[in-house]
Every structure is written in C-alpha cells, then in structure tokens.
C-alpha cells in the first residue's frame, strides 16, 4: 500500500467512524458514573462496545478523514499527513494514559481501548510518514517527475 493508498484508507474509514459514533444503535450506554470529569457529555457512549465516544470525538473522526482524503491527492502531500497524524494520535495515545488528560480538558474521552487504537494508528502513521514506504514512495514520485 502506498501513502496515497493509506490516507484515502484512513479517510473512508474515519469518515464511517465519525458518522457511526452519531447512531444510536452503534454507540451502547456505558456504566453509571464512568465518566469523571467530562464536560461535553451529550452522545456519550462505547462505540461497538469498546470505544469511548462522543459528539466532539465523532467531529475529530470526520475532520481527520475529510483531510486525510484531501491529503491523499498527492505523494508528498500524503506523506506530510501521515507523518501529522503519526504526531496527533501519538498524543493522544499519551493523554489517555495520564489520567488528568484522559478526557482532553473535559471534551473527549481518550481513555480505555481508545489508548490502544490511537497508539496504533500512529504506529501505522509512522510507517507511511517516515519508514521505508514512505522512502519507496518518495523514490517513485521522483521517477515519475523525471519520466
């Protein structure tokens, strides 16, 4: 897969995701009480079961994925949103894991099984923004400028 390849990946996939965590029926009740310290509660919910989400973190989903799909129009372009997602979901994954930040100031839940998914969508960001694919497509961009 190429880093054009994985920024339209990404941008379907959090384009579903954020319109999922708006329907009732994919986002189920969580425990009484789970929540400390959650400002913006409104569509709280576990996402398939698993993954804490709400109104704000569904509106993140859909901005990742409408930039990554206008990111993925060239190589270099993708490469560079790779690399500021590698950035942005290693963050997050950090945040989740200290328990005065697991809710982002009150507006997110990041805690839970969402550290998880975060720490690997920057570990997969970070393959496509600085490992060797993003090296492979960096050298066949610059043959096809050259042909």
Same mark, same amino acid.
């Given at each position: 897969?190429?880093?054009?390849?994985? *920024? @339209?990946?990404?941008?379907?996939?959090?384009?579903?995701?954020?319109?999922?965590?708006?329907?009732? !029926?994919?986002?189920?009740?969580?425990?009484?009480?789970?929540?400390?310290?959650?400002?913006?509660? #409104?569509?709280?919910?576990?996402?398939? !079961?698993?993954?804490?989400?709400?109104?704000?973190?569904?509106?993140?989903?859909?901005?990742? !994925?409408?930039?990554?799909?206008?990111?993925?129009?060239?190589?270099?372009?993708?490469?560079?949103? *790779?690399?500021?997602?590698?950035?942005?979901?290693?963050?997050?994954?950090?945040?989740?894991?200290?328990?005065?930040?697991?809710? *982002?100031?009150?507006?997110?839940?990041?805690?839970?099984?969402?550290?998880?998914?975060?720490?690997?969508?920057?570990?997969?960001?970070?393959?496509?923004?600085?490992?060797? @694919?993003?090296?492979?497509? #960096?050298? /066949?961009?610059?043959?096809?400028? /050259? /042909?």
């Amino acid at each position: 897969m190429t880093s054009r390849r994985f *920024a @339209q990946f990404i941008g379907v996939l959090f384009l579903a995701v954020g319109l999922l965590g708006f329907i009732p !029926g994919a986002v189920s009740t969580p425990h009484p009480n789970a929540v400390p310290g959650l400002f913006a509660d #409104e569509g709280y919910g576990l996402l398939f !079961g698993l993954f804490p989400v709400n109104w704000v973190h569904n509106l993140v989903h859909l901005g990742v !994925g409408i930039a990554s799909l206008s990111f993925a129009r060239s190589v270099s372009k993708a490469r560079s949103f *790779a690399r500021g997602l590698t950035w942005f979901y290693g963050l997050l994954a950090v945040m989740g894991t200290i328990p005065p930040l697991s809710m *982002a100031f009150g507006l997110l839940p990041l805690h839970g099984w969402d550290v998880w998914l975060h720490g690997g969508t920057a570990v997969l960001a970070a393959y496509y923004g600085y490992g060797k @694919q993003a090296h492979a497509d #960096e050298i /066949a961009e610059s043959y096809r400028r /050259a /042909a």
